[in-house]
């Protein structure tokens, strides 16, 4: 399987990434006439050993692809034909950010992804979509920020969150395309750069800064209801587990439909199996969050530290939620820690369309007694 224009990508990616490692990730932002020369360099520090310079554009890198992939594992192959898995180009790691051009369909699965036919073309050669996850690059002109604050979504493929608004302070998460945060205020640095800080729930008092121009407002707008007008009885969600499909219903018209990864079974490191399936019967939706810092799994072996997933319906009062999902592109069978596993932007239809509708300005609404016999209904099967 040969792409008709792969010759060239290849030669103008490896030019790309050779200069990229030369210049140590040169700065995009440091490459403007307005920004002061005596910056000091980024603080490379972090929980992954991930040391890219986060100035820089992948745009610019890769020369505006069509989409851009975050990396999500370690040890990705490229390869250059998928019928060939060890026809291997070169290994990419967790965090890479790649261009993508196109996906195929490959009748050649992959070993143990019988779910997931799909490759990426990165131009010089081909990566596995699972763990790859789509991703665009947008710079946001920064915004004051109100006394009461205001929704901001990652749109980046990676914003490393800092501990103090100057680009050479020590920094620990990366924070991922589509994560969403409450921003809460906002400062400039003495090199000219603006930098938001943002509310973690699971660390409140921690003051997390990040740039400004990776964040993107998100208006009142944004979290109006859908279908408004339905009879709230009429609504229903099914999550079908056998076929890992989430379908939303207004009577019994399908309006929405999506594919899931829902929760699995885990071996702990004596080999006992854990069950973590997304539980079955009828429920509804108790509480939704726009934002949610997720951790766990350390009795499993299998730990879990995830801040800002986004567009949280919660469906049981244990934390089983439909959500949006930044750390995987995994989708059609079992693998999640009890969660119903959806992209961003379904994960966002989904808030919007179930009742009961929350507002923009909450951190978090639980369904009260009035509104229960409103409340969507979720039935998993």
């Known amino acids: 399987m040969t792409h008709p224009h792969a010759a060239t990508r290849r030669t103008a990616l490896k030019a790309a990434l050779l ?32 040391t890219y310079d986060e100035t820089l554009s992948f745009n610019e890198l890769y020369d505006n692809p069509p989409m851009l992939g975050r990396s999500e594992a370690w040890r990705q192959r490229v390869v250059e034909d998928p019928a060939d898995y060890n026809s291997i180009v070169r290994v990419v790691n967790y965090s890479d950010v790649l261009p993508i051009y196109g ?34 690059e947008t710079f946001n002109e920064p915004q004051d ?54 509310y973690d729930d699971a660390k409140p008092s921690s003051r997390w800064w990040v740039q400004a121009e990776h964040v993107r407002r998100v208006p009142s707008t944004e979290f109006l209801p859908i279908s408004p007008d339905v009879p709230p009885g009429e609504k229903r969600i099914e999550v079908d ?9 207004e009577s019994d018209r399908l309006v929405f439909s999506t594919r899931t990864a829902t929760g ?21 939706v108790r509480y939704k969050r726009p934002s949610r810092h997720m951790t766990g799994g350390d009795s499993i072996n299998d730990r879990y530290d995830l801040p800002g997933v986004p567009w949280c319906t919660f469906i049981t009062w244990d934390g089983v939620a439909i959500h949006g999902t930044y750390w995987h592109n ?19 239809w989904v808030y919007r369309w179930v009742n009961p509708y929350t507002g923009h300005m909450k951190q978090a609404h639980v369904t009260t007694e009035e509104e229960r016999e409103d409340a969507t209904r979720v039935i998993v099967f």
């Open 145 to 198: 920020v109100p006394r009461t604050g205001f929704w901001g979504e990652i749109t980046v493929p990676t914003s490393w969150q800092h501990n103090q608004p100057i680009m050479s302070s020590r920094r620990y998460y990366d924070l991922a395309y589509g994560a969403l945060f409450r921003v809460l205020e906002r400062e400039d640095d003495r090199y000219g750069r603006a930098w938001y800080r943002l």
């Open 241 to 249: 587990l056998d076929n890992q499909m989430l379908m939303c219903y």
């Open 330 to 348: 995994d989708y059609g069978h079992e693998r999640s820690h009890g969660c119903i596993n959806v992209t961003t932007d379904a994960a966002r």
């Open 264 to 284: 699995a079974a885990f071996r702990d490191a004596s080999g006992k199996i854990h069950d973590f399936f997304t539980p079955k019967g009828e429920h509804f």
């Open 19 to 50: 200069a990229a490692a030369a210049a140590s990730g040169t700065s995009r932002a440091l490459a403007q006439d307005d920004a002061p020369p005596e910056e000091p360099p980024f603080g490379p520090g972090g929980r992954v050993n991930v």
């Open 103 to 136: 996906a195929v369909r490959s009748e050649h699965v992959r070993w143990g992804y019988p779910h997931n036919d799909v490759w990426f073309d990165v131009g010089d050669g081909y990566v596995h979509s699972s763990w790859i996850v789509p991703v665009h």
